[in-house]
């Protein structure tokens, strides 16, 4: 079930790509407002999920002090990815835009497994993950150039 979600999440994040970039034309690019609209949206769909993926907040003051400093970014990460895909997304097109953020995701999954940075566990570099981390940029090259 892990992997069809995760497959699925990668359609959706494809798909917010696109969503993004229209609502950056649409509502004016340069501005702030389609990255709060983006952020607004998210806060409601993440409020009608809640009953369904998890318990409420209960305990989290106890909690917070535990939560290592890369723990508090992952929104300000994600920030960034949305104003890249509101301003990048459709002058570089589908493919090389995905292209290029997959490989880019690819190599630093390579980097954060076999260090076990950010608490993921250690899965050390092989021969064969690192060909599949450069065929993955032997694609990028590929889909953004032909």
């Given amino acids: 079930m892990a992997y069809i979600l995760a497959a699925i999440a990668g359609v959706l994040n494809m798909?917010?790509?696109g969503?993004?970039?229209?609502?950056?034309?649409?509502?004016?690019a340069g501005s702030?407002?389609?990255?709060?609209v983006v952020y607004l949206v998210g806060i409601l769909g993440v409020l009608a999920a809640a009953p369904f993926i998890g318990r409420p907040a209960d305990?989290?003051?106890?909690?917070?002090?535990?939560?290592?400093?890369?723990g508090w970014i992952g929104g300000l990460l994600g920030?960034?990815?949305?104003?890249?895909?509101?301003?990048?997304?459709?002058?570089?097109g589908a493919g090389p835009f995905t292209a290029v953020t997959l490989t880019a995701a690819i190599v630093t999954s390579l980097v954060l497994d076999h260090f076990g940075l950010l608490g993921f566990e250690v899965h050390p570099a092989s021969?064969?993950?690192?060909?599949?981390?450069?065929?993955?940029?032997?694609?990028?090259?590929?889909v953004a150039r032909f």
């Avoid at 702030?32 to 709060?36: D, N, R, S």
Wanted: charged share 10%; net charge positive.
């Fill in 19 to 28: 969503s993004n970039a229209t609502l950056n034309e649409r509502l004016g």
């Fill in 59 to 70: 305990g989290l003051l106890r909690h917070a002090g535990t939560v290592p400093w890369w």
């Fill in 79 to 92: 920030a960034f990815y949305v104003v890249v895909t509101l301003t990048q997304a459709k002058a570089m």
């Fill in 15 to 17: 798909l917010q790509s």
């Fill in 127 to 142: 021969a064969l993950r690192l060909l599949g981390g450069a065929l993955m940029v032997a694609g990028v090259v590929l």
């Fill in 32 to 36: 702030v407002v389609p990255a709060l």
